[in-house]
C-alpha cells in the first residue's frame, strides 16, 4: 500500500557564514547547520504524526521543506507514492497547484500568520482565489462555512485579526488550511503559543474536524502531552536526526531510546504525592552546528557506552511498531 | 474615538503649530531690527523723516504685539504686505515662483516614487543577486552624493558636452524650443527634476528595499507562498502595501521640505522659485517676502504631517485613533 505522505532522506544544512566585516572579528568563522540530517518517516491517510523534540532540532525546518517553502538539499516527499519536490519547484503551475492544495501549514504563532490589514474573510479568500477560481460566487458561503466549522461567528469574517484573541486567530489560520480541503495539514506547534487555557480547546477542535474530514496531521510540538493526546504515531527529533519513531502508545509504554525516555519522564505528573522518576536531561544542549560525533546524544546520556561515542546508531526495529536509534536501549 | 473627533484634534494642534511658528516667525525678524533703517541708513541723501514716513507706510512703527496681530490678521486674509525689493504684493509672488516649484517637485516625487518602488521590488526579490547589488551600491552612492554635484554633472554632461539640454532657467529668451511655449517648458524642466529625482529616489529606494525585505520574510508571506499563489500577488498585494508603509513617513517629508531642496536645485538651474525667491530675499532683507516664505513652508509641512497621519489611519487598521 503506497502512503498518503511518505518523507525519505530529507536534508537541509545551513551554511553560517558571516559577511563583511564581521568575519575579521569572529571566532567561528563558518559552519554548518544541520537543521535536518537523513529524515524518514511515513504518514498514512487519516493518522497523526507526532514530531517532538526541544528546540532548535528542525522540526519547522522539515515541515517547511516538505512543502517547498524552504529549499531542501536532498530527499523525496511521496504524496501518494509521487515524489513532489521537484513539482512545487518546477515550472508546471497547474501540477504545482494540485500538490499544494492536498498539503497545508499551520504556523505556530497566529500573531504573525495573518496579514494585519487584512480581513479574515480577504485572508480565507486567498487560497479560493488560487484553487477555486472558477466558483468565485461561492467563495462567501465557503467562507462561512469555514468560520463555523472551526467555532468562529461567519459575520466576524468582516473584522480585523487584532480585533481577535490567540486562540481566535488560531482558529482562522485553520481555517485558511481546511479552505482548500487538504488531505495532510502540517501543524507547526499550532497551540505552544496560546494560553494554556486555550490550548486543549484548539487540540479537541483539530481531533474533531480530523473526525468529520478525515485529515492526515503532522503535529509537531515540544510538548509530549499534547502529543500524546492527539496522535496515533510519534517521531522524536533530536539535532536533525529521528532518534525514535512509532506506534504512540508503545512508545509511550516503553521507551527505548534515552532521549525519548527523558523527555516522556519530564512530562508533569497530575497526580499529588507521585514518586518523581524523572531522568534528568544532564549537560548543556548542544548547538545543531557542532553536533557531537556518535550518538549526537552521548554527552547527556547516562547509558552512554564507548561505542555511543564513535558510531552514529542507525533506526533498527525496537517492537512491533518502533524503531529507535540506540547502541543500548533501555 | 471616532474619526471626526480625531480629525478635529489633529486640525486643532496644526492651527495651533502654524500660530506658534508664525509668533516666533515675527519676534525673530523684529528683532533683526527695522529693515528700512538698515538698508537706507548708509544711502546718501535719505533722511531721518523719509525713513520714519518708510516705515509707517510698511507698517513698521507702533508696539510689538499690535504688529504681530495686524500682521496675523492680513496673512490670514492672504495679504503678505508688499515686497521691499520687487514692489509687488508678495502672495502674486509667492504664486507665480510657488507654482515653478512645484512644477520641479511634484514630477521629481512622482517619479521618485515610482523608480524607488520598482527598485526596492527588484533588490528585494533578489536578495543579496547582482541586480540587488547594482540597485543597493547605486542607491547608497546617490545618498551620499551633495545634490548640487549631481546637478552640475548633469548640465556638464547634456548642456555642455552634448548640447541637448538647457542648463537654466524656466523657459528660453529667445528661440523658443521646436517653437513651442509647452515643449520649450518641459525640456527646461528634465534636468532639474533629473537632479531632484536622483536625490528622492536613492533614500526611498533604500527604504523601500529594506522594508520589504522585513516583510517578505513574515509568515503570512510565507502563507501565501503555501497557497500557491503567484510571485506577482503575493509581493504586489500581500508584501507591498505592508512594506510601504514605512514609506509614508519619508514621503510626506518630502512634500512639506520641499522647500528644504527647492533653494540648492532653484540656484543651480537658476530657476524661479519659490528657493531662489527665498535666498534673494534673504540676501536683500526682503522681510515681507522671507515672511511669506517662511510661512508658506510651515503651512505645507504642517499639511504634510496632517495628511500623512491621516494616510496612516486609512492604510493601517491596527492604528488606534487618538
Ligand atoms: N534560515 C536559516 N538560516 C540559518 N539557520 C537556520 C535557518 N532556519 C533555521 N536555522 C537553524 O536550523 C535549526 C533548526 O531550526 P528549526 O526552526 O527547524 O527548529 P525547530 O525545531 O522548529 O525549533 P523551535 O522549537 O524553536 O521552533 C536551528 O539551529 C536554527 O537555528
Ligand atoms: S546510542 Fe548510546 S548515547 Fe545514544 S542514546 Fe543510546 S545509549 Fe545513549
Ligand atoms: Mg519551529
Same mark, same amino acid.
Given at each position: 500500500?503506497?502512503?498518503?505522505?511518505?518523507?525519505?532522506?530529507?536534508?537541509?544544512?545551513?551554511?553560517?557564514?558571516?559577511?563583511?566585516?564581521?568575519?575579521?572579528?569572529?571566532?567561528?568563522?563558518?559552519?554548518?547547520?544541520?537543521?535536518?540530517?537523513?529524515?524518514?518517516?511515513?504518514?498514512?491517510?487519516?493518522?497523526?504524526?507526532?514530531?517532538?523534540? @526541544?528546540?532548535?532540532?528542525?522540526?519547522?525546518?522539515?515541515?517547511?521543506?516538505?512543502?517547498?517553502?524552504?529549499?531542501?538539499?536532498?530527499?523525496?516527499?511521496?504524496?501518494?507514492?509521487?515524489?513532489?519536490?521537484?513539482?512545487?519547484?518546477?515550472?508546471?503551475?497547474?501540477?504545482?497547484?494540485?500538490?499544494?492544495?492536498?498539503?497545508?501549514?499551520?504556523?505556530?504563532?497566529?500573531?504573525?500568520?495573518?496579514?494585519?490589514?487584512?480581513?479574515?474573510? @480577504?485572508?480565507?479568500?486567498?487560497?479560493?482565489?488560487?484553487?477555486?477560481?472558477?466558483?468565485?460566487?461561492?467563495?462567501?458561503?465557503? +467562507?462561512?462555512?469555514?468560520?463555523?466549522?472551526?467555532?468562529?461567528?461567519?459575520?466576524?469574517?468582516?473584522?480585523?485579526?487584532?480585533?481577535?484573541?490567540?486562540?481566535?486567530?488560531?482558529?482562522?489560520?485553520?481555517?485558511?488550511?481546511?479552505?482548500?480541503?487538504?488531505?495532510?495539514?502540517?501543524?507547526? @506547534?499550532?497551540?505552544?503559543?496560546?494560553? +494554556?487555557?486555550?490550548?486543549?480547546?484548539? $487540540?479537541? $477542535?483539530?481531533?474533531?474536524?480530523?473526525?468529520?474530514?478525515?485529515?492526515?496531521?503532522?503535529?509537531?510540538?515540544?510538548?509530549?502531552?499534547?502529543?500524546?493526546?492527539?496522535?496515533?504515531?510519534?517521531?522524536?527529533?533530536?539535532?536533525?536526526?529521528?532518534?525514535?519513531?512509532?506506534?504512540?502508545?508503545?512508545?509511550?509504554?516503553?521507551?527505548?531510546?534515552?532521549?525519548?525516555?527523558?523527555?516522556?519522564?519530564?512530562?508533569?505528573?497530575?497526580?499529588?504525592?507521585?514518586?518523581?522518576?524523572?531522568?534528568?536531561?544532564?549537560?548543556?544542549?548542544?548547538?545543531?552546528?557542532?553536533?557531537?560525533?556518535?550518538?549526537?546524544?552521548?554527552?547527556?546520556?547516562?547509558?552512554?557506552?564507548?561505542?555511543?561515542?564513535?558510531?552514529?546508531?542507525?533506526?533498527?526495529?525496537?517492537?512491533?511498531?518502533?524503531?529507535?536509534?540506540?547502541?543500548?536501549?533501555? | 474615538?471616532?474619526?471626526?473627533?480625531?480629525?478635529?484634534?489633529?486640525?486643532?494642534?496644526?492651527?495651533?503649530?502654524?500660530?506658534?511658528?508664525?509668533?516666533?516667525?515675527?519676534?525673530?525678524? *523684529?528683532?533683526?531690527? *527695522?529693515?528700512?533703517?538698515?538698508?537706507?541708513?548708509?544711502?546718501?541723501?535719505?533722511?531721518?523723516?523719509?525713513?520714519?514716513?518708510?516705515?509707517?507706510?510698511?507698517?513698521?512703527?507702533? *508696539?510689538?504685539?499690535?504688529?504681530?496681530?495686524?500682521?496675523?490678521?492680513? /496673512?490670514?486674509?492672504?495679504?503678505?504686505?508688499?515686497?521691499?525689493?520687487? *514692489?509687488?504684493?508678495?502672495?502674486?509672488?509667492?504664486?507665480?515662483?510657488?507654482?515653478?516649484?512645484?512644477?520641479?517637485?511634484?514630477?521629481?516625487?512622482?517619479?521618485?516614487?515610482?523608480?524607488?518602488?520598482?527598485?526596492?521590488?527588484? =533588490?528585494?526579490?533578489?536578495?543579496?543577486?547582482?541586480?540587488?547589488?547594482? %540597485?543597493?551600491?547605486?542607491?547608497?552612492?546617490?545618498?551620499? #552624493?551633495?545634490?548640487?554635484?549631481?546637478?552640475?554633472? #548633469?548640465?556638464?554632461?547634456?548642456?555642455?558636452?552634448?548640447?541637448?539640454?538647457?542648463?537654466?532657467?524656466?523657459?528660453?529668451?529667445?528661440?523658443?524650443?521646436?517653437?513651442?511655449?509647452?515643449?520649450?517648458?518641459?525640456?527646461?524642466?528634465?534636468?532639474?527634476?533629473?537632479?531632484?529625482?536622483?536625490?528622492?529616489?536613492?533614500?526611498?529606494?533604500? #527604504?523601500?528595499?529594506?522594508?520589504?525585505?522585513?516583510?517578505?520574510?513574515?509568515?503570512? %508571506?510565507?502563507?501565501?507562498? =503555501?497557497?500557491?499563489?503567484?510571485?506577482?500577488?503575493?509581493?504586489?498585494?500581500?508584501?507591498?502595501?505592508?512594506?510601504?508603509?514605512?514609506?509614508?513617513?519619508?514621503?510626506?517629508?518630502?512634500?512639506?521640505?520641499?522647500?528644504?531642496?527647492?533653494?540648492?536645485?532653484?540656484?543651480?538651474?537658476?530657476?524661479?522659485?519659490?528657493? =531662489?525667491?527665498?535666498?534673494?530675499?534673504?540676501?536683500?532683507?526682503?522681510?515681507?517676502?522671507?515672511?511669506?516664505?517662511?510661512?508658506?513652508?510651515?503651512?505645507?509641512?504642517?499639511?504634510?504631517?496632517?495628511?500623512?497621519? %491621516?494616510?496612516?489611519?486609512? /492604510?493601517?487598521?491596527?492604528?488606534?485613533?487618538?
Amino acid at each position: 500500500m503506497t502512503a498518503l505522505l511518505e518523507v525519505r532522506g530529507l536534508r537541509k544544512h545551513y551554511r553560517a557564514v558571516r559577511r563583511g566585516l564581521r568575519r575579521l572579528f569572529a571566532r567561528q568563522q563558518t559552519g554548518t547547520v544541520r537543521a535536518v540530517d537523513d529524515v524518514s518517516f511515513v504518514l498514512q491517510a487519516g493518522q497523526t504524526l507526532g514530531l517532538v523534540g @526541544e528546540s532548535g532540532c528542525g522540526k519547522t525546518t522539515t515541515a517547511r521543506s516538505i512543502l517547498d517553502l524552504v529549499r531542501a538539499d536532498a530527499g523525496e516527499v511521496r504524496l501518494d507514492g509521487q515524489d513532489v519536490r521537484p513539482v512545487l519547484a518546477g515550472t508546471d503551475r497547474a501540477a504545482m497547484l494540485a500538490v499544494r492544495r492536498r498539503m497545508q501549514y499551520v504556523f505556530q504563532d497566529p500573531y504573525l500568520s495573518l496579514n494585519p490589514r487584512w480581513t479574515i474573510n @480577504e485572508a480565507l479568500r486567498e487560497p479560493l482565489r488560487v484553487h477555486a477560481p472558477q466558483h468565485q460566487r461561492d467563495w462567501g458561503d465557503r +467562507i462561512a462555512t469555514l468560520l463555523e466549522r472551526v467555532g468562529l461567528e461567519p459575520r466576524n469574517g468582516v473584522r480585523y485579526p487584532h480585533e481577535f484573541s490567540g486562540g481566535q486567530r488560531q482558529r482562522v489560520g485553520i481555517a485558511r488550511a481546511l479552505a482548500v480541503e487538504p488531505d495532510v495539514v502540517l501543524l507547526d @506547534e499550532p497551540v505552544s503559543s496560546l494560553d +494554556i487555557s486555550v490550548r486543549s480547546q484548539i $487540540l479537541n $477542535l483539530l481531533a474533531a474536524l480530523q473526525d468529520q474530514l478525515s485529515v492526515a496531521y503532522l503535529y509537531i510540538s515540544h510538548d509530549l502531552s499534547s502529543v500524546r493526546f492527539i496522535s496515533t504515531h510519534v517521531a522524536v527529533m533530536y539535532l536533525g536526526r529521528i532518534v525514535e519513531i512509532g506506534a504512540v502508545d508503545e512508545i509511550f509504554a516503553r521507551p527505548r531510546h534515552h532521549y525519548t525516555a527523558a523527555l516522556i519522564s519530564a512530562i508533569p505528573v497530575p497526580s499529588p504525592g507521585a514518586v518523581d522518576q524523572r531522568v534528568h536531561l544532564r549537560g548543556e544542549v548542544p548547538s545543531a552546528m557542532n553536533r557531537p560525533a556518535g550518538c549526537p546524544f552521548h554527552p547527556r546520556c547516562a547509558a552512554a557506552l564507548p561505542i555511543c561515542r564513535e558510531q552514529v546508531p542507525v533506526l533498527q526495529p525496537m517492537g512491533p511498531n518502533t524503531q529507535a536509534a540506540c547502541h543500548n536501549p533501555a | 474615538m471616532g474619526a471626526l473627533r480625531f480629525l478635529l484634534r489633529r486640525l486643532a494642534f496644526s492651527a495651533a503649530l502654524i500660530l506658534g511658528v508664525s509668533f516666533i516667525l515675527f519676534a525673530l525678524i *523684529n528683532a533683526i531690527g *527695522n529693515p528700512i533703517q538698515i538698508l537706507l541708513s548708509e544711502t546718501p541723501g535719505v533722511s531721518e523723516e523719509m525713513i520714519a514716513t518708510l516705515s509707517r507706510y510698511y507698517g513698521l512703527d507702533g *508696539n510689538f504685539i499690535d504688529r504681530y496681530g495686524a500682521w496675523l490678521w492680513s /496673512i490670514v486674509h492672504f495679504d503678505f504686505g508688499t515686497s521691499i525689493i520687487y *514692489n509687488q504684493p508678495v502672495g502674486e509672488l509667492l504664486e507665480v515662483y510657488g507654482l515653478e516649484t512645484l512644477k520641479l517637485q511634484l514630477p521629481a516625487i512622482l517619479l521618485s516614487t515610482l523608480i524607488a518602488t520598482a527598485a526596492g521590488v527588484i =533588490a528585494a526579490m533578489r536578495q543579496h543577486g547582482w541586480a540587488d547589488f547594482s %540597485i543597493v551600491s547605486s542607491a547608497m552612492l546617490g545618498h551620499s #552624493l551633495p545634490g548640487f554635484l549631481v546637478g552640475i554633472v #548633469l548640465i556638464l554632461i547634456f548642456s555642455y558636452w552634448l548640447g541637448v539640454l538647457p542648463s537654466y532657467g524656466a523657459y528660453s529668451t529667445r528661440n523658443l524650443m521646436m517653437g513651442s511655449m509647452v515643449i520649450d517648458g518641459l525640456w527646461h524642466m528634465v534636468l532639474p527634476v533629473a537632479m531632484l529625482t536622483v536625490f528622492n529616489t536613492a533614500t526611498l529606494t533604500l #527604504l523601500m528595499r529594506s522594508s520589504l525585505v522585513d516583510v517578505l520574510r513574515q509568515d503570512y %508571506i510565507t502563507a501565501a507562498w =503555501a497557497s500557491g499563489l503567484p510571485a506577482r500577488r503575493v509581493v504586489l498585494h500581500h508584501a507591498l502595501r505592508n512594506a510601504f508603509i514605512p514609506q509614508l513617513t519619508y514621503l510626506g517629508t518630502l512634500f512639506g521640505l520641499m522647500l528644504g531642496t527647492a533653494p540648492v536645485t532653484e540656484t543651480v538651474f537658476t530657476w524661479p522659485g519659490l528657493g =531662489a525667491l527665498y535666498i534673494t530675499a534673504i540676501h536683500q532683507l526682503d522681510y515681507p517676502v522671507i515672511m511669506g516664505v517662511t510661512m508658506v513652508i510651515t503651512v505645507m509641512l504642517v499639511v504634510a504631517t496632517l495628511l500623512t497621519d %491621516i494616510a496612516y489611519v486609512v /492604510i493601517d487598521p491596527r492604528i488606534r485613533l487618538g
